[in-house]
């Protein structure tokens, strides 16, 4: 079945670093391509979405860009903050399972002053 | 007020106990979702109301059932729960289900249960 796959976290960075999370995809079809972020205490929140191949998302410094040929929907932000610290969620929407959602399980983002 | 609040934010219960957790959204919103989070696993979705009909459930165990009253609320009914139950409880919104599936979903702060 279509699943998402997230590198193991928690990912720890001082401020102003270059951050990538990782994030690839199994999927029948062509399906879109997600990010949320879920801060302390709270729900998930869209972050940044793609439709289709080639696509890039972007939202708050935070980009993605949807390969197809890598199978893959990579996280990147130039300089992060304190306050990006969160747990970040890469997710798709699955073709073969009435437009479900698939999550991966989630990379914790810390980052220090 | 926020979009969707639940209540109660953290909950302990016995094995033997019934509970209920509880979704308000107040955004208009025709589709409500359930979801659990536990630790280094991904989001599982539970459960999945269109205009107040269920339209997914996802094989999760009868000891979880869910209700919805009207477009505004979620409930979700526990009992007799096992220590494995123990998790983040999501619930979730969309305008509908299409858009749900376009990843537009507004998710509540969750529901922290644990099952002694």
């Known amino acids: 079945g279509d699943s998402v796959t997230q590198m193991e976290g928690p990912v720890t960075l001082s401020e102003e670093a270059f951050l990538t999370i990782n994030c690839t995809y199994t999927?029948?079809?062509?399906?879109?391509l997600f990010w949320y972020v879920q801060y302390p205490g709270e729900g998930l929140q869209l972050l940044l979405k793609?439709?289709?191949?080639?696509d890039k998302g972007s939202n708050k410094g935070f980009e993605a860009t949807y390969r197809k040929e890598t199978t893959s929907f990579h996280l990147e932000k130039g300089s992060v903050q304190v306050s990006d610290s969160a747990v970040y969620f890469c997710a798709l929407s699955s073709y073969n399972q009435g437009g479900k959602l698939i999550f991966g399980q989630g990379t914790e983002l810390s980052v220090k002053p | 007020e926020t979009g969707v609040t639940q209540t109660p934010r953290h909950l302990v219960m016995g094995m033997t106990n019934k509970k209920s957790l509880k979704c308000e959204q107040h955004?208009?919103?025709?589709?409500m979702y359930w979801y659990k989070q536990s630790a280094k696993k991904p989001l599982e979705l539970m459960f999945v109301?269109?205009?107040?009909?269920?339209?997914e459930n996802n094989s999760v165990p009868s000891r979880f059932s869910p209700e919805c009253p009207n477009s505004s609320h979620l409930f979700l009914h526990l009992h007799t729960l096992q220590p494995e139950d123990s998790a983040l409880y999501l619930c979730?919104?969309?305008?509908?289900?299409?858009?749900?599936?376009?990843?537009?979903?507004?998710f509540g702060e969750g529901s922290r249960l644990t099952v002694l």
């Open positions: 955004l208009g919103h025709n589709a």
């Open positions: 999927a029948t079809g062509y399906p879109s």
């Open positions: 793609a439709t289709k191949a080639d």
């Open positions: 979730a919104s969309s305008q509908d289900l299409a858009r749900g599936r376009n990843g537009e979903l507004f």
């Open positions: 109301y269109s205009l107040e009909e269920r339209v």
